[in-house]
């Protein structure tokens, strides 16, 4: 025999009815951080990132983002690391990177309005109108 399943609330029960309890929030478990990057190794990690640079098998990862060349960027990650999901993982934090040195190479050139007023002169200067 099956069992008739949860009971409809609509039927006879009013709202209300019972013993009132109050809902316990349980002691966060240690297991639960597992797998969290804290502030020490995400600081660690960049700063050897810093001094390191990337491994030959990143830049050509990069390289072939630049080209188009996505599904092939993947698939060399995937060789190299073993798993997609660790392959996709790579291929994004490259895309980060990559859109991180981009934005610095941009603020680095257009920061100061002085700057920007010497290329625009010397744009004006070059072009023959």
């Known amino acids: ?3 008739p399943g949860p009971v409809e609330l609509s039927l006879t029960a009013p709202l209300k009815k019972g013993h009132l309890v109050t809902k316990r929030t349980p002691v966060a478990r240690t297991a639960a951080k597992k ?13 050897v990132r810093e001094v390191t640079g990337f491994a030959p098998y990143e830049r050509r990862i990069m390289e072939l983002v630049r080209n188009g060349l996505e599904k092939r960027a993947v698939k060399l990650a995937k060789r190299k690391l073993g798993t997609l999901r660790r ?16 934005e610095q190479r941009q603020s680095f050139f257009f920061d100061d309005t002085a700057t920007t007023e010497i290329y625009t002169l010397s744009l004006h200067d070059a072009l023959p109108i």
């Open 87 to 102: 392959a996709k993982s790579k291929y994004n934090e490259m895309n980060d990177a990559m859109r991180k040195l981009r």
């Open 1 to 3: 025999l099956r069992s």
């Open 35 to 47: 797998g969290k990057l804290g502030k020490h190794t995400k600081f660690v990690r960049e700063l």
